[in-house]
């Protein structure tokens, strides 16, 4: 029987990458992180015995607490937070379960940006409409969900990257752009090491609609007619992003189990 307060590998692959999903702390050992320096996409390192910040960390929040086995360090951390009130569960068999589940990405931890203050920060040009959305909702929902995105001139990016210690990104000349016929999207895919299925699949249509290729894939025009409407509708970039977060969450789920769904009008329906 499982326990009351765990969870398994497959339900938590169900939630990552949604807006339903938990905060997810990582309190393996260090020596055994460091002999495999991989995180769960989306989770947090944070020491096991320091219980009283992570309760403060988690506040209300529904959070996952990730060891190695899942056995003694998070089972017994969920259940001190659990007396303190918190809303917290573990990962049943720990890392080791998640790397052998089929289609669970690890990200490396030597591909993560160093946060500042909690949080990494990101810069690009302003007036964004695909690949600078689909990068950011990218990044908060599989990197690091508390990412603050920055929207400049272009010939500010690399001036504004400097002072606000920010990383630029889809800018050329840079780290996190374009490469070949990929788009940034494609590089943070190969880069945070999350090659899944259901990224894949949303890959190809940002690349199409990106790039003006709509003959990979069907729904780039779609995407792109809507991108275009979302840049039109809102002047503050900020407001587009939190508007186009509901469009690419819609857009995972479609790519992850909705892909096969087609829709028509039965024809032998009389008017």
């Known amino acids: 029987m499982p326990a009351p307060n765990s969870i398994t590998s497959k339900q938590l692959l169900r939630l990552i990458g949604t807006p339903q999903a938990p905060l997810l702390i990582d309190v393996c050992l260090d020596p055994d992180f460091e002999a495999d320096p991989f995180l769960i996409p989306g989770s947090v390192r944070h ?77 690009t040009r302003h007036r964004p409409k695909i690949d600078r959305i689909a990068c950011p909702w990218l990044i908060r929902r599989f990197v690091d969900p508390n990412a603050r995105f920055l929207f400049v001139a272009p010939n500010e990016v690399a001036n504004v990257a400097q002072v606000f210690d920010a990383i630029p990104f889809d800018v050329e000349n840079t780290f996190w752009t374009h490469r070949q016929d990929q788009c940034t999207f494609d590089t943070m895919l190969d880069e945070f090491g999350l090659r899944t299925a259901a990224l894949d699949r949303l890959a190809t249509v940002v690349r199409a609609a ?62």
């Open 47 to 123: 020491p096991a015995q320091d219980i009283t910040d992570l309760a403060k960390l988690i506040g209300d929040q529904a959070a996952v607490i990730i060891c190695q086995k899942g056995k003694k360090l998070s089972q017994g951390v969920v259940s001190w937070l659990r007396s303190e009130g918190c809303i917290a569960e573990y990962l049943e068999g720990g890392m080791y379960a998640w790397r052998d589940t089929t289609d669970a990405p690890r990200v490396p931890v030597s591909a993560l940006p160093l946060l500042a203050g909690g949080q990494s920060v990101w810069v």
């Open 210 to 271: 990106d790039t003006n290729r709509h003959d990979l894939a069907p729904e780039a025009a779609g995407l792109l007619a809507v991108s275009v409407g979302l840049s039109r509708q809102y002047r503050d970039d900020h407001q587009n992003l939190a508007a186009g977060m509901h469009l690419y969450d819609a857009l995972y789920r479609w790519a992850r189990d909705g892909f096969e769904e087609q829709h028509d009008w039965p024809m032998d329906r009389k008017a």
